[in-house]
T-cell receptor, first 114, second 109 residues
Framework: SAVISQKPSRDICQRGTSLTIQCQVDSQVTMMFWYRQQPGQSLTLIATANQGSEATYESGFVIDKFPISRPNLTFSTLTVSNMSPEDSSIYLC???????????FGPGTRLLVL | SQQGEEDPQALSIQEGENATMNCSYKTSINNLQWYRQNSGRGLVHLILIRSNEREKHSGRLRVTLDTSKKSSSLLITASRAADTASYFCATDAFNKFYFGSGTKLNVKP
């Protein structure tokens, strides 16, 4: 299984600012994803982070708000831009490992926007 | 949710009883996975069932998949207080991984 770390683990931010979340995997993986989990809710897929090309965003999520980088097969960043209190959430990165089947998750970044 | 619904939304049972959770999804899938999430903690992968499988077991877990109905169920037998958590199904819709709405399970000692 893949071991995934995220930084920061939590942060409190002011509205209008931006926060970049880092995701590091201990092995090379083909697919990396970013999710959002709002309080008491399920996980919502934000985008697929593609190595060497632009991320693929799900309906309702745009690059200007959530720019994503993936410079190599073990690292990705998600930026939450121009934050508002509605962006308060847990942000999780995940990877698909093994036989390209099982999805593993990082511990998440807990974000509070005031 | 992006993919489908789970029911019940919440389930409260006594220790030793069985718990059944159901998941429905919208699109064709490659496989379906179940996860557990303890309050405020990360996601733990429980079991994966492929689209060509109908039933799978792992310890006290039994998962079924009916692709004609686009539905799956997770059965936890002989539940324990430590099973108290939220349970989510997630579908692998060919390189897109979507989660169901989740079931909150409370197992009373």
């Amino acid at each position: 299984s893949a071991v995934i770390s995220q930084k920061p683990s939590r942060d409190i931010c002011q509205r209008g600012t931006s926060l970049t979340i880092q995701c590091q995997v201990d092995s090379q993986v083909t697919m990396m994803f970013w999710y959002r989990q709002q309080p008491g809710q399920s996980l919502t897929l934000i985008a697929t982070a593609n190595q060497g090309s632009e991320a693929t965003y799900e309906s309702g999520f745009v690059i200007d708000k959530f720019p994503i980088s993936r410079p190599n097969l073990t690292f990705s960043t998600l930026t939450v831009s121009n934050m508002s209190p509605e962006d308060s959430s847990i942000y999780l990165c995940s990877v698909v490992g093994g036989l390209q089947e099982t999805q593993y998750f990082g511990p998440g970044t807990r974000l509070l926007v005031l | 949710s992006q993919q489908g619904e789970e029911d019940p939304q919440a389930l409260s049972i006594q220790e030793g009883e069985n718990a059944t959770m159901n998941c429905s999804y919208k699109t064709s899938i490659n496989n379906l996975q179940w996860y557990r999430q303890n309050s405020g903690r990360g996601l733990v992968h429980l079991i994966l069932i492929r689209s060509n499988e109908r039933e799978k077991h792992s310890g006290r877990l039994r998962v079924t998949l009916d692709t004609s109905k686009k539905s799956s169920s997770l059965l936890i037998t002989a539940s324990r207080a430590a099973d108290t958590a939220s349970y989510f199904c997630a579908t692998d819709a060919f390189n897109k991984f979507y989660f169901g709405s989740g079931t909150k399970l409370n197992v009373k000692p």
